[in-house]
């Protein structure tokens, strides 16, 4: 774990891109790859793969490539693949219904176990097979056993939303608000704007034509 944490943040970020193309070509019998191949397939330069991969030690050979196998158990085991993170949902509006009709559907070691909403009509309600309860019953329902929570509540209800988790076992957030969270050191905060990620696109799209 030590060692883990040592390596770069966008290093990390991608790992799970990398898991995800090597557990479809081990599901299509391909024995080996080239950090070439992998480049091609997940849109990261080869350069970088070979970096990233070399922070984990030799996981490759030279002339050969990886071995599809041992790369899948090895980042299996770095992610922590084999152990179910428990999430949570706050929000169950379009967005979060949506969250909750896929519930990582393509990553079966994480799963949304509870969804909270303040909507009276939504409390009680089944979606995707997780119960919608009710927002006064959050601290009371969010025991060790869940590490994550999603927020996908109204930007004006955001930080508060955050205060409540930090007294809580909560040590991460997926924020889908543009609001930036203001937390304890020991939850960790990953911010999705829909909207910045669109603009980024559109300026791409206009200042660095293919």
């Known amino acids: 774990m030590d060692d883990q944490q040592k390596i770069p943040q966008a290093t990390a970020k991608r790992l799970p891109l990398y898991y995800r193309y090597l557990e479809n070509l081990y599901g299509s019998g391909k024995a080996r790859v080239s950090s070439t191949e992998l480049s091609e397939a997940v849109k990261v330069d080869s350069a970088t793969i070979r970096r990233d991969f070399s922070y984990f030690g030799a996981l490759g050979r030279k ?27 706050i ?7 949506a969250l909750l009709n896929y519930n990582f559907a393509k990553n079966n070691n994480t799963s949304i176990v509870k969804a909270f909403d303040n909507n009276e009509e ?26 994550a929570a999603i927020v996908a509540v109204p930007s004006s ?19 889908f608000t543009p609001t930036r ?18 603009q980024s696109l559109v300026y791409f799209l206009k200042h660095y034509p293919l």
């Open 157 to 175: 209800a955001a930080q508060g939303i955050a205060d409540r988790l930090s007294k809580t076992a909560i040590q991460g957030i997926l924020n």
């Open 122 to 147: 939504m409390i009680g309600k089944e979606i995707g097979g997780v119960r919608v309860l009710s927002m006064d019953d959050l601290e009371k329902e969010v025991d060790d056993s869940i590490r």
């Open 181 to 198: 969270l203001t937390v304890p050191s020991h939850i960790r905060v990953h911010h999705i704007d829909l909207s910045i990620e669109l």
């Open 91 to 97: 929000g169950v509006g379009n967005l979060g219904t």
């Open 63 to 89: 002339g050969y490539g990886y071995d599809v196998q041992y790369l899948l158990s090895f980042f299996r085991k770095t992610l922590d693949q084999d152990e179910t993170t428990h999430v949570i949902l």
